[in-house]
């Protein structure tokens, strides 16, 4: 497995902006998709967005298409997600999530086999 660890949360008002880092290491992530996903107080991990290997395939959730963007650096071996215009609604710890489907079950935590230990991120309104 790969280690990962995000980076980047923290306090914002709404409309602002934050963007998310997840830093892999002990094995290269160029090989697999990545994604992120959320969990906020009281409710089930919920998809985000993925992106495959090496970038041309990135798939969102209804809830956060155009103001979010998911993106790599494969030769940093890193994974991250800009976030604009966030909402209240967006507050939740996010998890970097990674050797995982970008096709075809891509929504469920479960297909996925690594993960961060989580940032939290907070909207005031």
């Known amino acids: 497995q790969v280690q990962l660890i995000e980076s980047g949360g923290g306090l914002v008002q709404a409309g602002g902006s934050l963007r998310l880092s997840c830093a892999a290491s002990?094995?290269?992530?160029?090989?697999?998709?990545m994604a992120w996903f959320r969990q906020a107080p009281g409710k089930e991990r919920e998809f985000v967005a993925a992106i495959s290997w090496g970038g041309a395939t990135t798939r969102y959730a209804d809830s956060v298409k155009g103001r979010f963007t998911i993106s790599r650096d494969n030769a940093q071996n890193r994974l991250y997600l800009q976030m604009n215009s966030l909402e209240p609604e967006d507050t939740a710890v996010y998890y970097c999530a990674g050797e995982g489907p970008i096709h075809t079950a891509t929504i469920i935590p479960a297909n996925w086999r690594s993960w961060g230990q989580g940032t939290q991120v907070t909207v005031s309104s």
């Open positions: 002990g094995r290269t992530i160029s090989l697999y998709s």
